[in-house]
């Protein structure tokens, strides 16, 4: 191998060992995903079978249907990919794939509900993370809140608050909520359905 085609290999290969080294890793989150999921790891039966399941096998599971599916390791930042992840596994994707567009929402880019490469591409352009993870769990918040179960199911609530991003003195950082247009809709439909309930029963 000449010396230009060596420098040319090496560079390739450190390229490639610096992008393994910042992309998101689904075995740092599988600890704390299972931590949250209890007894059983969480795998739904007879969804994946009326069986007990191992450690492993809830690894497989949600490593193959979950994290790869959604092409999680291409994000640059762990925080990022968790809290997208964590909630398509905590409450799929959604009705009209909400869960999703809201992401989309928060990242700005066309809301049709199928996170694309070039979806995580623009997530990865973001300087700071904290401006897609905090808004996103806000979201979450918001998503849980409107359930009717709600009430029945708080750990919900603070599984999505362990998300959070905040400063050494506890303040969260980018702390607002951003809304999917699907949700803006279904709102403004029903302050109008109640602000004309409110004329009626008034007259």
Do not use: C
């Amino acid at each position: 191998m000449t010396t230009k085609k060596s420098k040319l290999f090496m560079s390739l290969i450190l390229i490639f060992s610096f992008q393994l080294l910042s992309a998101a890793s689904f075995d740092k989150y599988f600890p704390k995903l299972i931590k949250f999921e209890g007894i059983g790891y969480g795998i739904h039966q007879p969804i994946w079978g009326n069986k007990s399941f191992s450690k492993n096998e809830a690894y497989q599971i949600y490593k193959i249907h979950y994290w790869d599916k959604y092409n999680a390791s291409m994000f640059k930042n762990q925080g990022v990919a968790e809290v997208l992840i964590d909630q398509i596994i905590n409450a799929g994707v959604g009705k009209e794939r909400v869960n999703i567009k809201a992401f989309e929402a928060i990242i700005g880019v066309k809301q049709d509900g199928y996170l694309s490469i070039s979806d995580i591409r623009k997530a990865n352009s973001f300087i700071f993370p904290a401006q897609i993870i905090n808004p996103f769990v806000n979201y979450r918040l918001h998503y849980y809140n409107s359930r009717t179960n709600a009430k029945k199911y708080r750990g919900w609530i603070s599984r999505a608050k362990s998300f959070y991003q905040k400063t050494k003195e506890g303040n969260l950082l980018a702390d607002y909520l951003i809304l999917p247009n699907i949700l803006i809709k279904i709102e403004n439909s029903l302050v109008t359905r109640y602000e004309n309930e409110e004329i009626t029963v008034t007259n």
